[in-house]
C-alpha cells in the first residue's frame, strides 16, 4: 500500500539560510499533518491543511509557512534558520468525515540539522 | 482534548502479553482514544483506536473501561521489534491535530 512520502530525507543548512520540506499524502486523502520533532521530545503538533485550506495551526513561528498544493501534496517553507530548528520534521495524513474517527498516518521524516 | 497519563517505563518478556495502561479521565463523550508508537526515529505508527467497545485488529488489542477514564493497550505475544514509546493520544474526530504526552517507552527482553 502507498505510504506517505516526504523528501528530502536529510537536509544540512546553515544558520539563517532557508529550507523546504516536502510531502506527498497517501492517494485520496484530504488532510495533511505537519509535527516537529526535537532531540529527545515528543512530536509537536506545528500545522494542518484540509483540501487547501489551512485547518489548524499549532506553535508553528512566524519564519515557517506551509501550504497545500492542488494535487494535494503539501511544502513546509523554513526562513532564517536556527539552530533550535533542527530536528526530525514528519507529516501525515489522513481522512477527514465530520463526525468519523480517521487515524493519520505518518511519513518516515526529513531530518533537519541547522549549523 | 482530554490529557492522558501514561508510565514512563515499561519492561517485558519477548512472547509474554504486554498491557500498557492509560489514564484519561478527563475524556469527553465524543472523544476517541487513539495508540500510536515510534520506534526510535521513524514516523509514529498508527496501532488501534477505539471510541467506547474494546476492539481488536491484527496488531494489538484495545480495553476500555466503562466509565471510559481509562484503557489498556494489549500486545499479545511481544516481539522485540515491539520495542518503542508508545503513546495513548485521545482524539475529538478525524482532521484533529494529534498531542503527544510523554508516552510509554515498552522494551521487550529476550
Known amino acids: 500500500a502507498a505510504g506517505v512520502i516526504q523528501s528530502p530525507r536529510h537536509l544540512i543548512k546553515e544558520k539563517r539560510e532557508t529550507a523546504t520540506l516536502k510531502c506527498y499524502p497517501i492517494?485520496?486523502?484530504?488532510?495533511v499533518y505537519w509535527y516537529q520533532q526535537g532531540p529527545g521530545q515528543d512530536p509537536q503538533f506545528l500545522i494542518s491543511f484540509y483540501e487547501k485550506m489551512q485547518s489548524d495551526k499549532g506553535s508553528i513561528p512566524d519564519r515557517f509557512s506551509a501550504q497545500q498544493f492542488s494535487d494535494y501534496h503539501s511544502e513546509l517553507n523554513m526562513s532564517s534558520l536556527e539552530l533550535g530548528d533542527s530536528a526530525l520534521y514528519f507529516c501525515a495524513s489522513s481522512l477527514a468525515l465530520w463526525g468519523y474517527s480517521y487515524e493519520q498516518y505518518f511519513g518516515p521524516g526529513t531530518r533537519l540539522t541547522v549549523t | 482534548d482530554a490529557k492522558t497519563t501514561q508510565p514512563p517505563s515499561m519492561d517485558c518478556a519477548e512472547g509474554r502479553a504486554a498491557n500498557l495502561p492509560c489514564n484519561h479521565s478527563?475524556?469527553?463523550?465524543?472523544?476517541?482514544v487513539y495508540w500510536y508508537r515510534q520506534i526510535h526515529s521513524q514516523g509514529p505508527q498508527y496501532i488501534i483506536h477505539?471510541?467506547?467497545n474494546n476492539e481488536t485488529n491484527e496488531m494489538a488489542s484495545l480495553i476500555i473501561t466503562e466509565d471510559r477514564k481509562s484503557s489498556t493497550l494489549i500486545l499479545p505475544h511481544a516481539t522485540l521489534r515491539d520495542t518503542a514509546v508508545y503513546y495513548c493520544?485521545?482524539?475529538?474526530?478525524?482532521?484533529?491535530?494529534?498531542?503527544f504526552g510523554e508516552g510509554t517507552q515498552l522494551t521487550v527482553n529476550p
Open positions: 493520544i485521545v482524539q475529538e474526530t478525524s482532521g484533529s491535530r494529534l498531542t
Open positions: 478527563t475524556i469527553s463523550g465524543n472523544e476517541y
Open positions: 492517494p485520496r486523502h484530504d488532510t
Open positions: 477505539g471510541l467506547k
